[in-house]
């Protein structure tokens, strides 16, 4: 699903990669509600992401959608179905990057820190190299925290081969949630194009997944 508009933003990557960054910030001042660009980036909250930056956007080019891991929530496909239907984006950006930190527990393991397992606080804080502060509550929400599935890795760990395996896979599986949900078209006059990107965080660089492509399940 190639579109001009997204290879334009990888060009400006490649400048961005090598140091010379084409956005500039601005004074917002009056401009349209509607994003100039029609597009929708959906990326992780880590901090050293400067979505603007690396894809070359200017104030009002583009709806950033961010969260822990740049995963396909229910709340991310909500705020696609409003950017799409009723503010005219018409391109669909999904970024995942390396050294995530998703990577670094699972969901049953952090709730259990949250609760007071002592077992899970003790890996938890050998994972983010500092004691880990349980609330010892129960809460209901939220219900998921979508960690990518796989063995643990360290926080920050260094790339691998099979930690890109696992960002690719979830890349995919965020793009398959795009993709087929019924209220996001993908054919016809109102088509939305879907693109998913690692970004690797040691070199500035983004490497597209192929889609569709393999989904394998980690032990």
Known sequence: ??????????????????????????????????????????????????????????????????????????????????????????????????????????DDLLKAGLEGDPAAEKLLGEATSRPFMSCKKCASTPSQFHAFRGPLEPLDAPRSAKQTERLEWDVRRGMSAILNHPWIPTSGPDAVTVRGFIYDVDTGKLEEVSYPGPMGSFA
């Open 1 to 106: 699903m190639a579109n001009k508009m997204t290879d334009e933003y990888l060009n400006n990557n490649k400048q961005y990669a090598s140091g010379q960054a084409v956005h500039k910030s601005n004074y917002p001042g009056k401009q349209p509600i509607n994003p100039a660009r029609h597009v929708a980036v959906v990326a992780c909250m880590d901090a050293r992401l400067d979505v603007e930056d690396l894809l070359g956007l200017q104030t009002g080019d583009a709806h950033i959608i961010r969260n822990a891991g740049g995963v396909v929530t229910d709340d991310a496909i909500r705020s696609l179905i409003i950017s799409h239907h009723l503010l005219n984006t018409n391109e669909i950006i999904l970024i995942h990057h390396t050294r995530c930190g998703m990577l670094a527990f699972t």
